[in-house]
């Protein structure tokens, strides 16, 4: 029979006692002293919020195109802020959503031809200045539906220098959704 252990007098305070006040406020003070404000005004890059509903929609619906297999995964994050990849003076920051595919098993490359595919087939267009390829990697970008969305696939494109090095398997795609610029905005 196991003895039961002695218990305090109502009200004492005891060791464990003490502490179990400090929990909320170790969850809620993190959470609370973060600093969003702090993006705004140390940049002078401007910031747009929007809801991220309809962004969501599009990165969800994005994240369904690429197929599943092992070694993936897909991750949505929704009311993200992001920041123009192509940077300079009149690059945006806006609030939107997150696509990221991660696989470190394939060897076929990115998917990338998969997205395009899906944008064209929902009659968005293509953005020609934010294109960009090379052997590791593309970059290309649609708009339509009044989003903007940039994607970005990343591989090890091997060496041209050296044929006998074998490319490292596995590939990155990021996939931004924003709402489209307001009149007079670059982006």
Do not use: N
Not at 50 to 55: M, S
Not at 96 to 105: E, F, H, Q
Request: negative net charge.
């Amino acid at each position: 029979m196991a003895a039961i252990a002695p218990q305090a007098p109502l009200g004492a305070r005891t060791p464990r006692s003490r502490v179990w006040w400090l929990l909320p406020a170790l969850l809620f003070v993190p959470f609370a002293c973060r600093e969003r404000p702090a993006i705004a005004q140390t940049s002078s890059t401007p910031i747009v919020g929007v809801p991220g509903a309809e962004q969501i929609g599009t990165c969800a619906a994005l994240a369904r195109v690429v197929p599943e297999s092992a070694g993936r995964s897909v991750d949505v994050v929704a009311d993200t802020l992001l920041t123009d990849p192509r940077g300079g003076p009149d690059a945006w920051r806006r609030s939107g959503c997150l696509l990221s595919v991660i696989d470190t098993a394939s060897r076929t490359g990115a998917p990338v031809s998969l997205l395009d595919d899906w944008f064209r087939s929902k009659g968005w267009e293509s953005v020609l200045a934010y294109g960009a390829d090379g052997p590791d990697g593309t970059m290309f970008a649609f708009a339509g539906a009044g989003e903007l969305c940039v994607i970005e696939g990343r591989w090890d494109g091997g060496d041209d220098s050296e044929p006998t090095v074998v490319p490292a398997p596995g590939f990155v795609i990021t996939v931004g959704c924003v709402a489209q610029h307001s009149p007079g905005r670059t982006g």
